[in-house]
């Protein structure tokens, strides 16, 4: 599910377009086994601090309260660094506040991916240019045997791996993964 149409094709991958503000089921959707969440935006792209937790925390919640509706035990999401309900920092506190409701709605297996800086390709997701990431992954990159692997940057692709298979490897309960541990991960 998603905003927008995906450019991607395969016979197994069935594109729904979703109107996040207004989900209240899933239509032609009947079951769910695992949700995997990696929905989210910046306050620049979101415009303001309404419209960035309208996205990061309430699309997000309401999608995590139906999948369960529809069947869903297993449950991963991309959260942020730093995420923390108490932070006097609007990203970070969105963030921990949406980790908070998620963990309330009772899932068996709640798995929560934090990332560093995301690194990737973002022309295929259409997202602008950030010569100031860039710029820093650049530094990041010089300084990397100095920097702790939780706060390295990581690849999306590898948070994806991580998600995937921690979901599917946990039996029941709360988990929180590092950069560090994500970066650590096997393929699947």
């Known amino acids: 599910m998603g905003r927008r149409p995906l450019t991607l094709q395969h016979s197994k991958l069935f594109s729904h377009v979703v109107d996040f503000a207004t989900l209240s089921a899933l239509p032609g959707i009947g079951h769910v086994d695992d949700v995997f969440i990696a929905l989210g935006t910046t306050l620049k792209v979101a415009g303001s601090q309404t419209a960035f937790r309208a996205l990061d925390f309430e699309a997000i919640v309401a999608l995590a309260r139906v999948s369960k509706a529809l069947g869903a035990t297993k449950l991963g999401i991309v959260s942020a660094l730093g995420a923390n309900p108490s932070s006097r920092v609007f990203y970070n506190r969105v963030k921990g506040e949406m980790e908070q409701a998620l963990s309330q709605l009772g899932y068996p297996v709640l798995i929560i991916a934090r990332p560093s800086l995301l690194t990737g390709d973002r022309d295929a997701l259409a997202q602008a240019a950030r010569p100031a990431e860039k710029l820093g992954l650049f530094a990041m990159t010089l300084l990397k045997p100095l920097i702790p692997a939780n706060y390295r940057p990581v690849a999306a692709t590898q948070v994806a ?18 950069s560090g541990e994500m970066q650590a991960v096997k393929s699947v």
């Open 161 to 178: 791996r991580a998600l995937l298979s921690t979901v599917h490897s946990t039996e029941r309960g709360t988990r929180v993964l590092s």
